[in-house]
């Protein structure tokens, strides 16, 4: 039996809710039933035919592609509602898409007036074609005229939230789940009264470190808490009925995390900033794009690993100097040499246990990460002046993109004038991470008891328990810290098979551990490179959170006192075994 295919296509969310897709669906099963045919459908729900979206990238194109390729046999017959169904087009791409479906051998029924097409019936009677041409011309002319009245609707509002008052450009885009939309074009936008809170947690965890997979796993775990968006079409197909992924990345990347909506009205982009509340500063935001692009953890619904230092870009093979990788194998967490595993240089495959490598981090960072506070906070120089100066300068760049915005609004869209924004906008984004930056250094200079608070804070999260669960989420948090302390590790294995882990901090100060055979016996010695000038404030600072006197005022003591800081977080002694590889 030959068969029918109804073409459906809708743009809109009301027509979706509406009668639209009832009614082009009744009409097409009524003329299978009546002329034999087998029925069937193409769907392109909420894509636009004013540009040739549902050709480019809805089920018409692949439609046209299967019967190209076989798939679809050629004598099939294809049914819209009306041609405009078809494509809004201009005449001309309009008229050769017609053809070119008929040039298929395809039959096109048109169900309004009952008006059959086929390439014989084109060369027979041109008066088909030519009604098809004010079809055509028709539709194309509505859509100019609608969206002509939604461009000049959203100009005006635009124009209306620029002089302070509530808005709510409806039409134009779709606003973000974690916002209530739904009052007049005259009511200022709201949170959302259910989706609100996910987002607040959400954001609360992107700060921490936490990637899109893992914060999508959490939310779904706490459904009762925060219940997932309505799904779209697309997942409502694949049965999707709880927080989806892309819900996430969408949203990190999405400035109106800050309060900024971003529209295009004919080839510009408009910049609203405070049109949604914000959930974030515009600082914040930095930091949380700074996060997304130099936190780059592999994660999936199926791996529940998290290594402490792949994908920081910080682990390096001291043999070839490529970048170290973890897996799992086992079980077991283990660093491998990428370069050897992929042989792109001479490099031989090899790798290291990753329990070792992890708690020797772990005690890089006791000394690094309370290093980076104490260091901060006994510099004498006032960053209030710096951050000043940079406030400042984003004022300016904030002014001169104003200038940019209100120049293109004039004279149009001009390439250069383009680029420019691109450019200031470039800096702008800069500008608010040294501010972030710099702001979070100057909160590090307060008192004696906030920097002891800070320090215990952070590190009690280092435990042996951490260090052996390599699925504790707070492993997500402890990344972040080996990002800001340790902007190299290097690992190289000896002759011996002896590991040597070096750890360098950012003053170029290193802490290094290296394997040593004395003859059967195996061990270990330590290395540091610290501030002398910073020993007497680490005394002061342990001695608090150990509640114990440090009386040593040498290199001697303070690593003793290194070590009784180390002993007081419960981490793991490494053994001398440890710093020798199997492999």
């Known amino acids: ?50 540009k040739g979206k549902n050709i480019t990238h809805g089920a018409l194109g692949s439609f046209i592609q299967a019967v190209k390729d076989g798939v679809i046999e050629k004598d099939s017959t294809i049914f819209i509602e009306n041609l405009d169904r078809l494509t809004r087009s201009g005449v001309g791409t309009a008229q050769k898409l017609l053809l070119d479906l008929l040039d298929l051998g395809l039959t096109v029924v048109t169900g309004m007036d009952q008006r059959v097409y086929t390439m014989e019936s084109a060369n027979e009677n041109p008066t088909d074609m030519l009604i098809s041409l004010l079809m055509f011309s028709r539709a194309n002319e509505e859509s100019k005229t609608k969206q002509n009245r939604t461009n000049n609707t959203a100009r005006a ?12 450009i409806k039409n134009m885009s779709n606003d973000p789940w974690w916002f209530d939309s739904s009052g007049s074009k005259y009511e200022a936008v709201k949170p959302h009264p259910v ?33 997932a968006p309505k799904p779209t079409k697309r997942q409502i197909d694949q049965g999707v009925k709880k927080w989806a992924v892309p819900n996430l990345v969408t949203m990190r990347k999405n400035p109106a995390l800050m309060g900024v909506k971003k529209l295009t009205i004919e080839g510009y982009e408009h910049k609203l900033d405070g049109y949604y509340p914000a959930l974030v500063t515009p600082e914040q935001f930095a930091r949380i794009q700074d996060i997304r692009t130099g936190n780059k953890f592999v994660q999936g619904e199926q791996k529940k690993m998290i290594s402490l230092l792949s994908g920081l870009g910080v682990l390096k093979c001291g043999l070839c100097g490529g970048p170290m990788i973890a897996y799992s194998r086992e079980g077991r967490l283990r660093y491998v040499c990428s370069n050897g595993k992929i ?39 006032d960053l209030t002046p710096l951050i000043e100066s940079k406030e400042t300068e984003l004022g300016l760049v904030k002014k001169q993109l104003t200038n940019q915005a209100q120049a293109i609004s004039t004279i149009g869209p001009i390439q250069e004038l383009i680029e420019q924004v691109a450019v200031l906008s470039q800096r702008e984004q800069s500008l608010l991470l040294e501010l972030d930056s710099l702001k979070q250094k100057l909160a590090l200079q307060g008192s004696e008891n906030e920097l002891d608070e800070l320090i215990i804070k952070t590190l009690s999260l280092f435990s042996d328990e951490l260090l052996g669960d390599v699925t504790h989420t707070d492993r997500m948090q402890i990344r972040e810290v080996v990002r800001k302390c340790l902007p190299e590790i290097t690992i190289s294995k000896l002759k011996d098979k002896a590991l040597r882990i070096d750890f360098r901090f950012h003053d170029y100060s290193h802490m290094t551990f290296q394997g040593v055979m ?14 002398d000038q910073l020993y007497t404030k680490f005394a002061a600072v342990f001695s608090d959170v150990l509640e114990t006197s440090l009386d040593a005022t040498d ?26 590889s199997k492999r």
């Open 343 to 381: 042989q792109k240089s001479s490099c031989k495959v090899w790798s290291v246990n990753g329990s070792i490598v992890e708690n020797l981090t772990a005690r890089a960072l006791v000394y690094g990460y309370t290093h980076s506070i104490l260091l901060g906070n006994t510099k004498t120089e």
């Open 157 to 168: 509002l635009v124009a209306r939230f620029k002089q302070g008052q509530p808005t709510n």
């Open 195 to 227: 989706h609100w809170v996910a987002a607040q947690k959400a954001v609360e965890l992107f700060l921490m470190g936490w990637g899109c997979f893992r914060v999508t796993a959490y939310l779904n775990s706490h459904l009762d808490l925060y219940p």
């Open 1 to 50: 039996m030959k068969k029918l295919y109804s073409y459906i296509r809708w743009s809109s969310q009301k027509q979706t809710v509406g009668t639209s897709l009832a009614r082009q669906t009744e009409a097409a099963r009524n003329y299978a039933t009546e002329n034999g045919l087998e029925y069937a459908e193409i769907r392109d729900a909420g894509i636009s035919a004013f």
């Open 555 to 580: 290199i001697d003591g303070y690593m003793a006192a290194s070590d009784r800081m180390v002993a007081a977080l419960g981490l793991p002694e490494p053994l001398g075994r440890d710093f020798f």
């Open 518 to 531: 004395q003859g059967k016996e195996k061990s270990y010695t330590l290395t540091r490179t610290p501030h």
